[in-house]
Structure formats: C-alpha cells, structure tokens
Antibody, heavy 118, light 111 residues
Framework: EVQLVESGGGLVQPGGSLRLSCVAS????????MIWVRQAPGKGLEWVAN????????YHVDSVKGRFTISRDNAKNSMYLQMNSLRGEDTAVYYC???????????WGQGTLVTVSS | AVMTQSPVSLPVALGQPASISCRSS???????????VSWVQQRPGQSPRRLIY???NRDSGVPDRFSGSGSGTDFTLKISRVEAEDAGIYYC?????????FGGGTKVEIK
C-alpha cells in the first residue's frame, strides 16, 4: 500500500524558516518524481514544487521561487521542502504527492499544517 | 493555464446524476497528442484522492459511476448516480502546461 507521511509543520513567525519532510513507503520511491501541493485554509489546491526521480531537476512555482527548495533523499525514501522567508500567505496544509505520468499526482499524503503568524 | 469550474456548488439528491464542468484558458493538448486532465476528490476532512487521469481513465478502485470526458479546453466529470460517500469538493487539474494548475473546486452536497 502506497503511503506518504508528512511532518514538520507548525507555527512560525513571518520571515522564519521551516523544513517539511515526507516519508514514502509501499513503492519504489526512486522510480517516481515527487510533488508538494498546498491548500490555504478554506481554499483550493496550489502546486508548489516538484522534483525528478534522482532529484537533479527541481521546479518551483513563481510564488515560492527563491524562498522554498524541494529536495529528496532516495536512500531514505524521503522528500523535503525547505521553506525560508515565510509569509502569511504561505499558511496552508502542505501535501506530499507522488508524481505519475505528465503533470499528475496519483497518491497524496494526509498533509501537514504550516501557520505563519506573529 | 487557468482552470475554471462550474458550478461552484452542486446540490444533488441521492441516486441522481451530477455533472461538473471545467474549462481551460488554453488548449490542454500536449505536444505528444494526449491531454493531461485529471479530477481529484476531497471528502470533508480528508486529503485529496485522484479519480480520473488523462481525461477519461479511472484510477484503481474508483467506482464506475464516475466518468470523465472532454477535449481541447472543455472537460466534464460525471457521476451517474450520486451516493452519500460522494459528498465533497471536486477539482479538475491540468498537467499539460507547467505549472500544473487546479480549478477552483465544485462542492457536491447531498440533498
């Protein structure tokens, strides 16, 4: 069974940093590209970043470019999102998802809540 | 590509059909000829779950009352007979153009 478990969320002040983790199981992690998607409270879904199977190609949406960095460690079946210079508008549940095909996510984790507030 | 869904809210009686529309601001035909449109269900308090990929392919375990169709810029998710467990928010999503984008969501409510 595919499982994706996020952790690392919490309350952080504006301008602060946080590192999210996603641990995968139930599939060969190194065979799949991986994704972070977020959902602000009561809002819709927003693609944040994705990385290819070896972790060499990384793409971030404009709203987080230069502040967030996606990475992965295939030996640990893990993906990360380093979030710096956090803003109030970054407050959201952050989901880890498995990439499949072209621009699609077939499995999603349960999410971790990041709250940016003073 | 901006994805626009309608309606925003869809009250449906049990056993009745439901249809959700999704329109893209540009063609979703990829250079490889396929269209990368998927549909995602989010039940209350749960994480998203993909139902349909590449316009019309159902994911494993998805009931056959769910179907997807469309081409170019217009896509539709249909539920042939709504069941209580279908309550939630449905999002269309395009992966043809980077970054992948989602529609604003359609809330299916059981009457």
């Amino acid at each position: 069974e595919v499982q994706l478990v996020e952790s690392g969320g919490g309350l952080v002040q504006p301008g602060g940093s946080l590192r999210l983790s996603c641990v995968a199981s139930g599939f060969t992690f190194s065979n799949y590209w991986m994704i972070w998607v977020r959902q602000a409270p009561g809002k819709g879904l927003e693609w944040v970043a994705n990385t290819d199977q070896p972790g060499t190609q990384k793409y971030h949406v404009d709203s987080v470019k230069g502040r967030f960095t996606i990475s992965r460690d295939n030996a640990k079946n893990s993906m990360y999102l380093q979030m710096n210079s956090l803003r109030g508008e970054d407050t959201a549940v952050y989901y880890c998802a498995r990439g499949e095909g072209v621009g699609a996510a077939d499995y999603w984790g349960q999410g971790t809540l990041v709250t940016v507030s003073s | 590509a901006v994805m626009t869904q309608s309606p925003v809210s869809l009250p449906v009686a049990l056993g009745q059909p439901a249809s959700i529309s999704c329109r893209s601001s540009q063609s979703l035909v990829h250079r490889d000829g396929s269209s990368y449109v998927s549909w995602v269900q989010q039940r209350p308090g749960q994480s998203p779950r993909r139902l349909i990929y590449e316009v019309s392919n159902r994911d494993s375990g998805v009931p056959d009352r769910f179907s997807g169709s469309g081409s170019g810029t217009d896509f539709t998710l249909k539920i042939s007979r709504v069941e209580a467990e279908d309550a939630g928010i449905y999002y269309c999503m395009q992966g043809t153009h980077w970054p992948p984008t989602f529609g604003g969501g359609t809330k299916v409510e059981i009457k």
